[in-house]
């Protein structure tokens, strides 16, 4: 056995053995799942958020296994002690990081060193792709709420309002408004949950329509919101006990129309999908609801991944490409608000060649005194990852990333032959009708062709050598939205975002003693904040500005890259993402 391999062994068996102790400790105990859930909760109140998400990771640890041992129950009169749960929990948290590093490194043997020294591990990160990717998704959270789209959910404050009120007393104007304002931050989260799948879908998955789940959902994440909220105004316990028949009760209140079999149904498949944030114990029919750790978590695509493990093949024929189109769609119809964009959709090439893939997404955009900007993406709308095993999907010889970089170079190769360039010059005078190319570009046209991977989590993590930027879709979203519709601004942001990530992060090491050892890991700490700034291009007359100024100065890329008073063009000079097109033939 090698040295990695021996040390990633010690690692797995000692976090077991002490992981068994702390569950068969903790199910000795009145209501562990409710006091570590607490502790979770209790550091979010705090406001040290990234303790908080910490803590949660190992409450899903330590929770699967207590719900695992029939022995648990609420009834013992030993009460858990808060200290012992905080050091419980962390120790959770550091399985969680550590476990994901032996995964990553068995895929990638060179991305991690194993070193041990008498009792001593080592544990150094070689790929800097890992901690890019768990930076970014940070970074995008950040993103997403700080939006200026989030201008369309203006909802009041319900912590204040429901300050000093009764719980659910609809009497009071101030807990109307409060309910008011969580219907409106529901839709705010649904618009950056993984929802591609309309909510008024009739498709049926696991017994149930997918309408009738987001309507259960939703009554759940009222009920969440409002806990939430509420408990942080009047400074309670967070935690609540539900039996099964009281939460099932509250749903059907709402969807009288939804049978009580469906609906226990559906909860217990949120229950399974809540990454321990909404806990069943079933030995007593009681659910046990984390609202701040519940309102953070993706239910829908932890519940769409769900469906996929138990009934692969019907997600894959009535599910899966529904989801695929949804990310497409929703890039196109981003860079459809500025005016210089047309996207096309799944473009076919397999009239020119049948082992040809199809475009998934090409956005043309209208540049003046230049030509023509594309980009050709490849979009792969996958669930997003939760641990190493759904990262790792992206690599190895099948792996959709891997297949992604496969596919966009081969159609950027066909579109640099001639064939390729008659099809480009086509979709260009098809799409932008409105522009008479002859007397905008007397010289013939440029077209700068970028390659782009658009997904729905990935930055390239495990693809540190890519030349292709890969960037997910809700931050490409974002870069769009403030980019008023300037291409330059969008290249920047998307060919230097590795970097704009990169400083973004504080590598630091983590230290945990476990059965024995002293582990020693790299990790990471998030040092800024990335910013978008609002851009001006369109909206303050720039691009109209620029046209004129070409059509009166007569001045063009083209024309610019042929030497004075010679009429042979001297295309070499161009770089290789350019590509001039003499538009007289067509």
Same mark, same amino acid.
């Given at each position: ?9 010690i690692?797995?068996n000692? &976090? ?6 702390i569950s068969?400790?903790?199910?000795q105990?009145s ?6 859930s607490? *502790?979770?909760?209790l550091a ?9 998400e910490l803590?949660r990771c190992?409450?899903?640890i330590?929770?699967?296994r207590?719900l +695992? ?13 808060y200290?012992s749960?905080l ?11 550590i476990r994901?590093?032996?995964y990553?490194?068995?895929a ?5 060193i @194993?070193n041990k *020294?008498d009792?001593?591990i080592n544990?150094e990160l %070689? ?10 998704q %940070?970074q995008?959270f *950040?993103l997403?709420?700080a939006s ?10 319900a912590?204040?309002?429901?300050k000093n009120?009764?719980?659910f007393?609809?009497?009071d ?18 618009s950056? &949950? ?6 008024d ?7 149930y ?7 259960v959902? !939703?009554v759940?994440?009222?009920? /969440?919101?409002?806990e %939430?909220h509420?408990?942080?105004a009047?400074?309670i316990?967070?935690?609540?006990t ?7 009760s509250a749903?059907?209140?709402?969807h009288?129309?939804?049978?009580i079999?469906?609906i226990?149904?559906?909860?217990s498949?949120i229950s399974?999908?809540? !990454?321990?944030t909404?806990?069943?114990l079933?030995?007593?029919?009681k ?6 750790? &519940?309102t953070?978590?993706?239910i829908?695509?932890?519940?769409l991944?769900?469906? /996929?493990?138990?009934q692969p ?7 899966? =490409?529904?989801?695929?189109n ?11 608000? =500025?005016?210089?964009? !047309?996207?096309?959709c799944?473009?076919?090439l397999?009239k ?5 893939p ?5 956005a043309?955009?209208?540049e ?6 594309l980009?050709?993406?490849e979009?792969k ?7 190493a095993?759904d ?10 990333i891997?297949? /992604? ?5 081969i159609i950027?190769e066909f ?9 480009l010059?086509n ?5 932008f009708?409105?522009?008479d190319?002859?007397?905008? &570009?007397p010289h013939g046209i ?20 890519a ?10 979203? =974002?870069?769009?939205? /403030?980019?008023?519709?300037?291409t ?12 704009i990530i ?8 983590e230290?945990?003693s476990?059965?024995g050892? +002293?582990?020693q ?5 998030i ?7 609002e851009?001006a291009?369109?909206?303050d ?11 009166e ?9 042929r030497?004075k008073?010679?009429?042979i063009?001297?295309?070499?000079q161009?770089p290789?993402?350019?590509? @001039?097109?003499?538009?007289?033939p067509?």
């Open positions: 056995m090698s040295e990695s391999n021996s040390v990633r062994k690692i797995e000692v &976090f077991e053995s002490e992981l068994k102790e068969d400790r903790l199910i105990t209501d562990p799942l409710l006091c570590l607490e *502790t979770v909760e979010y109140k705090s406001g040290n958020f990234p303790l908080g803590l190992g409450n899903e330590i929770s699967e207590l +695992n041992n029939p022995q648990i129950n609420s009834n013992s009169e030993d009460k858990p002690d200290k749960l050091s419980d929990l962390l120790l959770g948290a550091n399985y969680w990081g994901d590093k032996v990553y490194s068995y990638n043997q060179g991305s991690i @194993w *020294t009792n001593n544990i %070689r790929d800097d792709s890992i901690f890019r990717q768990l930076v970014s %940070r995008t *950040t997403n709420s200026p789209k989030n201008k369309n959910y203006s909802f009041a404050n912590v204040e309002l429901l009120t009764r719980a007393d609809f009497t104007q101030n807990v109307i408004d409060a309910a008011e304002s969580i219907e409106k931050e529901i839709e705010w989260k649904m950056y &949950f993984f929802s591609y799948v309309p909510e879908s009739s498709i049926e998955i696991r017994g329509l997918y309408s009738e789940f987001i309507s959902y !939703r759940i994440m009222f009920y /969440a919101l409002y %939430r509420y408990s942080m009047n400074d316990s967070s935690v609540i539900y039996t099964e028949a009281e939460i099932g749903v059907q209140d709402q009288p129309n939804i049978s079999g469906k226990n149904k559906i909860i498949d399974l999908s809540s !990454r321990s909404l806990t069943f079933k030995n007593e029919s659910y046990y609801l984390s609202p701040i750790s &519940f953070l978590v993706d829908i695509s932890n519940f991944r769900l469906h /996929a493990q138990n093949d019907d997600f894959s024929s009535n599910i899966a =490409h529904i989801i695929g949804g990310l497409v769609f929703k890039i196109k119809k981003t860079f459809e608000q =500025h005016k210089n964009y !047309r996207v096309l799944d473009v076919k397999n020119f060649d049948y082992t040809l199809d475009i998934d997404l090409l043309m955009s209208y003046p005194s230049l030509g023509f900007h980009f050709i993406g979009v709308n996958n669930l997003p990852a939760v641990w095993k990262y790792l999907k992206a690599s190895s010889k099948n792996g959709y891997t297949k /992604a970089i496969s596919q966009v170079n950027n579109l640099n032959t001639e064939q390729g360039e008659v099809y010059l979709l260009i005078k098809s799409n009708k409105d522009l190319l002859k007397v905008l &570009f440029c077209v700068i062709k970028d390659k782009l991977i658009i997904t729905s989590q990935s930055v390239g993590m495990f693809f540190p050598e030349d292709i930027p890969i960037i997910d879709g809700a931050t490409l979203g =974002h870069i769009i939205d /403030a980019s008023d519709g300037d330059n601004y969008i290249q920047f942001h998307v060919n230097k975002y590795n970097e990169d400083d973004c992060i504080e590598k630091c090491k230290k945990v476990v059965g050892y +002293n582990i890991y790299d990790a990471v700490k040092a800024n904040f990335m910013k978008l700034a851009h291009y369109i909206s007359g720039t691009y109209e500005k620029l046209e004129q100024e070409s059509l100065s007569g001045y063009t890329m083209a024309g610019s890259i030497h008073g010679d009429e063009f001297h295309i070499d161009l290789k993402n350019f590509k @001039w097109i003499n538009i007289d067509y």
